[in-house]
C-alpha cells in the first residue's frame, strides 16, 4: 500500500490545517488507519486512529489526550483518503505528520496507539505552529 501525506505547512497558533493521506489502498473501511506525529528526540505518538466494526465491536476511534476535541480523523472512500482536520492549534504540536495503514481491522481500540500494528507508512509532511 501506498500512503502519501499532504496538507501541512506554517500556521500561527489557534489556527487550523486539514492534513490529507492518499492512499491506493482501495478498501479503507476494512482496515485500520491511524496518524502518527514525530518531533526531534520523541517518540512517535500516535494522535488519532480510526478502526471499523469487528465481530460485533463497533467502529472505534482514538485521540492522545492532547488533541482530543481539537483533532477529527475521518475517512473518504471516494477519494481513497485519510484526513485529519487539526484546529485550535498549538505550539507544541510542530511535528512531522505520518499517515498509517494496517492491514486489517484491530480487535480492540488500544491498539490504534501502538505503531508496531500498522503495515504501511507515509513519508509525512511538516507541521509548524509558530506562537
Known amino acids: 500500500v501506498q500512503l502519501q501525506a499532504s496538507g501541512g505547512g506554517l500556521v500561527q497558533a489557534g489556527g487550523s490545517l486539514r492534513l490529507s493521506c492518499t492512499t491506493s489502498?482501495?478498501?479503507?473501511?476494512?482496515?485500520?488507519v491511524g496518524w502518527f506525529r514525530q518531533s526531534p528526540g520523541k517518540e512517535r505518538e500516535c494522535v488519532a486512529g480510526l478502526t471499523g466494526p469487528l465481530n460485533g465491536r463497533p467502529a472505534s476511534t482514538y485521540y492522545a489526550d492532547s488533541v482530543s476535541g481539537r483533532f477529527t480523523i475521518s475517512l473518504d472512500t471516494v477519494k481513497n483518503t485519510i484526513n485529519l482536520q487539526a484546529n485550535s492549534l498549538r505550539p507544541e504540536d510542530t511535528a512531522v505528520y505520518l499517515c498509517?495503514?494496517?492491514?486489517?481491522?484491530?480487535?480492540?481500540?488500544?491498539?490504534?496507539?501502538?505503531?508496531?500494528?500498522?503495515?504501511?507508512w507515509g513519508q509525512g509532511t511538516l507541521v509548524t505552529v509558530s506562537s
Open positions: 489502498e482501495r478498501t479503507l473501511s476494512t482496515v485500520a
Open positions: 498509517a495503514v494496517a492491514n486489517g481491522q484491530f480487535p480492540y481500540s488500544d491498539l490504534l496507539r501502538q505503531p508496531k500494528m500498522y503495515d504501511s
